[in-house]
T-cell receptor, first 113, second 117 residues
Framework: QQQVKQSPQSLIVQKGGISIINCAYE??????FPWYQQFPGKGPALLIA?????SEKKEGRFTISFNKSAKQFSLHIMDSQPGDSATYFC????????????FGKGTKLSVKP | DARVTQTPRHKVTEMGQEVTMRCQPI?????VFWYRQTMMQGLELLAY????????DSGMPKDRFSAEMPDATLATLKIQPSEPRDSAVYFC???????????????FGPGTRLTVL
């Protein structure tokens, strides 16, 4: 019940296309859902996050869509660029926890020029 | 520009040797996490500390791994003895957890790439 399931494992998108990565969770106590971006040789870095009181959050070309009833959330990257090529991790945590994030397995995104 | 620092960045050692990895969290952060990243398992949480006290180390192999925070500016992860299966990238992350500002943002360091031969 603590798992966050992420798909796909890898994704190839043409420049200018839309990249979509999905995550699903079981624990309804989760109330914080961040996405982290990791470039090769670097540590993950927070990209965007959402709380379940809203269904969508947008920051530039990055949007999180959140479906509370389905217990799913997704990351959409509009107008994907080669510079977006990285590994993306979804995660979840709950207020009553000690602040530890439960991470998905990651999606390796390649944006072809 | 505050950031988490980790040393060494790369470590190659032989099986059976002791390995010590160090992390300097962002000044003012009260929570420190240790992760291990491999292709097969992804990001695994090994242990974490709040205000220097260990909160959870259930992700660590107890017989060979140990984590400590000698002071607020230093966290260490030791492996003794090291084994080839310990080869991975080890990340430290820090964060600020408070009841007033509920945010679980973690700031990751650049990692230590460990190779055990």
């Amino acid at each position: 019940q603590q798992q966050v399931k992420q798909s796909p494992q890898s994704l190839i998108v043409q420049k200018g296309g839309i990249s979509i990565i999905n995550c699903a969770y079981e624990n309804t106590a989760f109330d914080y859902f961040p996405w982290y971006q990791q470039f090769p040789g670097k540590g993950p870095a927070l990209l965007i996050a959402i709380r379940p009181d809203v269904s969508e959050k947008k920051e530039g070309r990055f949007t999180i869509s959140f479906n509370k009833s389905a217990k799913q959330f997704s990351l959409h990257i509009m107008d994907s660029q080669p510079g977006d090529s990285a590994t993306y991790f979804c995660a979840a945590s709950m207020r009553g926890s000690q602040g530890n994030l439960i991470f998905g397995k990651g999606t390796k995104l390649s944006v072809k020029p | 520009d505050a950031r988490v620092t980790q040393t060494p960045r790369h470590k190659v050692t032989e099986m059976g040797q002791e390995v010590t990895m160090r992390c300097q969290p962002i000044l003012g952060h009260n929570t420190v996490f240790w992760y291990r990243q491999t292709m097969m398992q992804g990001l695994e949480l090994l242990a974490y500390f709040r205000n220097r006290a260990p909160l959870d180390d259930s992700g660590m192999p107890k017989d060979r791994f140990s984590a400590e925070m000698p002071d607020a500016t230093l966290a260490t992860l030791k492996i003794q003895p090291s084994e080839p299966r310990d080869s991975a990238v080890y990340f430290c992350a820090s964060g600020l957890r408070s009841l007033a500002a509920y945010t679980d943002t973690q700031y990751f360091g650049p990692g230590t790439r460990l190779t055990v031969l």
